[in-house]
């Protein structure tokens, strides 16, 4: 544009410096709310979450999340716990010109967008008290191990929160313990005491417990060839557009056979 080129202020424009992210590497979106929990006048609190899992807003964040993957392509799968979503760009993505702020502050401001444009149908009876924010950040992994094992990470962190959270509940709203005495009674135990404390004292098998709560979400694109590009030869075929659907899933992500299943996943 000629117009904006002439000005002697132009010159501004230069102190933006380039923050293009290497190229041929994975990124990972990882998304978390503000304040959810830490201050006194948290935005759970004062929305009433339900302890220690609240499936509507786990819902609503994975509707904010199918948001996003509907609207980015490149976004092959994704995780969610708790206030947080991580989302796995292709290691080939365009998107943006691999420009880090544009693609963070995008992406993050239209899931915070989703989040709150969806609330009211997964609150219907628990109004908006304050506009909700989360942080984004975007981390590079160059090799498919490093990805694996982050989508692990994640996984086993969804695992070890829940079991605590689980067993504290358990001791405060059945057990009558204060949060001050469940804390205590939980210090310095391992996985296996929790087991042991939820079974012996609340029956509550825990490996029984919904997987959305022990596993979180996992949605995944998986891309439909339609009959008709089925039908046609291989070089008509690879042109075909293929149509791809999200799917929502509380499975393993840990193992081989999630990524043996999903392969397409991690390549180009
Ligand atoms: P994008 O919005 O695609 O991320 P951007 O913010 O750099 O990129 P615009 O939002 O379209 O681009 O434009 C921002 C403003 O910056 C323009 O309206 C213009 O005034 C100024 N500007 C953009 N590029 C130049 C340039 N090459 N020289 C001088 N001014 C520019
Ligand atoms: P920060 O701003 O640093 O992220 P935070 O207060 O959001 O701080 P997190 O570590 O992100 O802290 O923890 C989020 C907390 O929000 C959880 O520990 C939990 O207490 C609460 N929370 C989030 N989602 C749910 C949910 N679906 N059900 C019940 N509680 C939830
Ligand atoms: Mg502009
Ligand atoms: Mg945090
Ligand atoms: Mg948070
Ligand atoms: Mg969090
Ligand atoms: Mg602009």
Redesign the pocket.
């Known amino acids: 544009n000629p117009a904006m080129a002439g000005s002697r202020f132009a010159y501004v424009k230069k102190f933006e410096v380039p923050d293009t992210l290497l190229p041929s590497t994975f990124m990972v979106l990882r998304l ?8 006194q006048s ?3 609190d004062q929305h009433a ?10 819902e609503l ?1 994975d509707r904010a999340a199918k948001t996003l993957m509907e609207e980015y392509r490149d976004i092959r799968l994704a995780i969610g716990e ?3 979503y991580s989302f796995l760009l292709h290691k080939s993505t365009a998107l943006y010109n691999r420009r880090q702020s544009k693609i963070v502050s995008t992406l993050t401001s239209l899931f915070t967008s989703s989040y709150v444009l969806h609330w009211p149908t997964f609150f219907p009876d628990v109004p908006l008290q304050y506009p909700p924010s989360f ?1 984004g950040r975007i981390v590079l992994y160059p090799s498919e191990q490093q990805v694996r094992d982050y989508f692990a990470w994640r996984q086993t962190d969804t695992h070890i ?1 829940n079991l605590y ?1 689980t067993a504290f509940w358990a001791l405060v709203l059945q057990g009558g313990q204060t949060t001050t005495e469940a804390h205590a009674t939980l210090r310095g135990t391992v996985s296996k005491d929790k087991h042991e404390i939820l079974f012996s004292r609340f029956g509550i098998n825990y490996d029984k417990l919904e997987p959305r709560y022990r596993k979180g979400s996992i949605i995944v694109r998986v891309e439909e060839t339609s009959v008709e590009a089925a039908e046609l030869s291989g070089k008509q075929k690879s042109k075909a557009k293929t149509h791809t659907t999200l799917e929502l899933l509380h499975c393993d992500i840990i193992r081989d056979d999630f990524w043996e299943k999903y392969s397409h996943i991690l390549k180009d």
């Open positions: 978390d709310g503000h304040s959810f929990h830490r201050f948290s935005f759970s979450f339900a302890k220690p899992n609240d499936s509507r807003a786990l964040m708790s206030d947080e942080d929160n959270n």
